[in-house]
């Protein structure tokens, strides 16, 4: 069974880097089918077990509709790697990106609604197992509170020159460089050892 990696240290930030070496010549999309969607979705904890099986027999009685959504969590998934990639970089988010966005925040505060448990509030999602794009609503959502919160400022990107993962630098001094060092990290060293030593 295909296995996601978590080294995004955010909902959001783990969802763009559903794409292995996006910045190399041969891009590998992982998301290749909608139930592989939901098995991400399972992983990352935003979907619970019986929302996730309720899902796939929903997508299975309506399979056109499951690619639809797939799509859909593409191109949630581009725009969300647009966004933090430019933040990473320091540089400007573009105007249609982040409409884009707001279009998928705005999808998802429809389906959220307040409940009390005992003297507190919380939101809850409205019946996440009868909508195939269910999942996207807690992604898009994590993502709207990582821009506006005080983490926006450690997104960073992989220094790899093949891989540009993104992540969150929690590191003591915020100077992290890989998504993975044992991965990302290591490959960099073979790399420039190699460059070194090669006539």
Known sequence: MVSFEFTGGHPCLDFANTTDDRGS????????????????ALEAGVLTRHTGERLRRLASAAPADAAATLREAIRLRETTFE???????????????LATLNAFVRRAAGHTHLVRTNRRF?????????????????????????????????????????????FLDRSKNHRRRWC?????????KARRYYRRHTP
């Not at 010549?25 to 991400?40: F, I, M, N």
Request: hydrophobic share 40%.
């Open 25 to 40: 010549d041969h891009p590998q999309e992982r998301l290749t089918g909608y139930a592989l969607l939901v098995q991400w």
């Open 83 to 97: 966004i933090f990639s430019n933040v990473a970089q320091g540089r400007a988010i573009p105007g249609p990106a």
């Open 122 to 166: 919380t939101s809850e999602w409205i019946e996440p197992e009868l909508h195939l794009d269910a999942m996207l609503w807690p992604v898009s959502r994590a993502a709207a509170e990582l821009l506006t919160g005080a983490e926006i400022d450690h997104v960073r990107q992989c220094a790899s020159e093949t891989c540009s993962w993104l």
């Open 180 to 188: 993975d060092m044992k991965i990302c990290g290591n490959r960099d």
